[in-house]
């Protein structure tokens, strides 16, 4: 006979201090909105706002802390600094251009001061 081991979720759960994704959904809902509503509400496609439970995403985040009444790092403090600016994002948020080399942190303008923009 086989020994049934409980499963385990493999989805990656927020950072140590974030709202767990269903506690905005929920936070939201008390609001009087679905995330459905809210996206579409502010202009957004139906499931915009809803990128913003899963992954970085400043405009969704300002949006869903704004039904909530509370700011952004309340609730995804993990993506923001304790000062509140938010943190870098994007995949290397390391990761430094060489020198003189437009990056997509700095809108592609070439921030070295030397030769053409």
């Known amino acids: 006979m086989r020994h049934m081991t409980p499963k385990t979720s493999h989805k990656r759960h927020s950072s140590a201090g974030d709202w767990h994704p269903a506690d905005v959904v929920a936070a939201v809902r008390k609001a009087g909105w679905s995330m459905r509503q809210a996206s579409l509400a502010h202009g957004l496609t139906a499931g915009n706002l809803s990128k913003a ?65």
């Open 53 to 117: 439970l899963r992954r970085s995403y400043p405009a969704a985040e300002e949006r869903i802390a704004a039904i909530i009444g509370v700011k952004p790092h309340d609730i995804w403090p993990s993506r923001y600094h304790p000062d509140g600016t938010a943190r870098k994002r994007g995949a290397y948020p390391n990761r430094k251009a060489p020198t003189g080399e437009p990056t997509r942190f700095d809108g592609g303008v070439n921030v070295s001061g030397g030769g053409n923009p």
